[in-house]
């Protein structure tokens, strides 16, 4: 088992900043591949970025490309998520997911998911 627990979520302009973070618990971090996925109002949940065990490899979505920069540091058990230049449509629920893969940006490969936190991005 993997708990996840996400933070840094909060109210902010369009065009500002958030850094979200998630801290993983139980087993060694370092085994899972790490994303975030975000899930508005109405909306399925998506893909937002992914980044691989060793964090090499760190795919995003089209929507966070330019904007987005998606890390891990394995000694702490994190995985961070620096969000810019934020627009009202990303206002959503974001949820960090755990996934025994090297990587995927497929929800369902992600078996651990944490409560998530939200981001709020007024006009």
């Known amino acids: 088992q993997v708990q996840l627990v996400e933070s840094g979520g909060g109210l902010v302009q369009a065009g500002g900043s958030l850094r979200l973070s998630c801290a993983a618990s139980?087993?060694?971090?370092?085994?899972?591949?790490m994303a975030w996925f975000r899930e508005a109002p109405g909306q399925e949940r998506e893909f937002v970025a992914a980044?691989?065990?060793?964090?090499?490899?760190?795919p995003l979505a089209d929507s966070a490309k330019g904007r987005f920069t998606i890390s891990r540091d394995n000694a702490k058990n994190t995985v961070y998520l620096q969000m810019n230049s934020l627009k009202p449509e990303d206002t959503a629920v974001y949820y960090c997911a755990a996934t025994t893969a090297v990587w995927s940006t497929r929800s369902f490969e992600y078996a651990y998911w944490g409560q998530g936190t939200q981001v709020t991005v007024s006009s």
């Open positions: 980044v691989s065990r060793s964090g090499a490899v760190t």
């Open positions: 139980g087993r060694t971090f370092s085994n899972y591949g």
